[in-house]
């Protein structure tokens, strides 16, 4: 199976600040990566699949890139709305498994 | 509009047996891969099984032999079996569409990817005596 390990675990930053959060696969998935973003209480959203490809309704300040297997997910000019917690999960093949999780205080 | 709605999570003593039924509306649950996922207090999420629409399964180690995900057409509704409960068992239930797709990797080669694009609710599952 393939591991994702997620990094940081939390992030405190300020609105118009950069967050970067990063994921690294334990082996090559071809760099099919899929993105989630969760709001307390909530269930995730599909947030960019795969990368670097958003989805519709979220605004173009979310970017992903891959250099190998790693992966990075930039929240540029943060704003208030993009507290929550971020997951990364492969998507090469079942068992389909996800990073820890980045929760992204504001 | 694409709508899953979980239900028959709640309070269960350990090694007892729960069944959850996600009702799916504006999709047909056996034309697509649905899957189930769970995440327990505090943590992040765990991927548990997939049920393609040829009717092949798959399961995460943590549940094989305890958990069996099936559906039923005429209702249109993914279920999740879940026995011999233990208490990491514990978590909030969410059943999912999983999208499957075909693309072009780096070097050029065509391989599947897939990703989960539409979430339940979720339903709580607390194992506990």
């Known amino acids: 199976d393939t591991q994702m390990t997620q990094s940081p675990s939390s992030v405190s930053a300020s609105v118009g600040d950069r967050v970067i959060i990063t994921c690294r696969a334990s082996?090559?998935?071809?760099?099919?990566l899929a993105w989630y973003q969760q709001k307390p209480g909530k269930a995730p959203q599909l947030l960019i699949s795969?990368?670097?490809n958003l989805q519709n309704g979220f605004p173009s300040r979310f970017s992903g890139s891959e250099s190998g297997t790693d992966f990075t997910l930039t929240i540029s000019n943060l704003q208030p709305e993009d507290s929550a917690t971020y997951f990364c999960?492969?998507?090469?093949?079942?068992?389909?498994?996800f990073g820890g999780g980045t929760k992204v205080e504001i | 509009e694409v709508q899953l709605v979980e239900s028959g999570g709640g309070l269960i003593q350990p090694g007892g047996s729960l069944r959850l039924s996600c009702a799916a509306s504006?999709?047909?649950?056996?034309?697509?891969?649905m899957t189930w996922v769970r995440q327990a207090p505090g943590k992040g999420l765990e991927w548990l099984s997939v049920?393609?629409?040829?009717?092949?399964?798959h399961y995460a180690d943590s549940v094989k032999g305890r958990f069996t995900i099936s559906r039923d057409n005429s209702k249109n509704t993914l279920y999740l079996q879940m026995n011999s409960l233990r208490a990491e068992d514990t978590a909030i239930y969410y059943c999912?569409?999983?999208?499957?797709?075909?693309?072009?990797?780096?070097?050029?080669?065509?391989?599947?990817?897939?990703?989960?694009?539409?979430w339940g609710r979720g339903t709580t599952v607390t194992v506990s005596s």
């Open positions: 082996q090559d998935i071809n760099n099919w």
């Open positions: 795969p990368t670097p």
């Open positions: 999912a569409n999983v999208i499957g797709k075909a693309g072009k990797t780096a070097l050029g080669l065509y391989s599947s990817f897939y990703y989960i694009d539409v």
């Open positions: 049920l393609f629409g040829g009717g092949d399964t």
């Open positions: 504006g999709f047909i649950v056996s034309s697509t891969y």
């Open positions: 999960q492969q998507a090469n093949d079942f068992p389909l498994t």
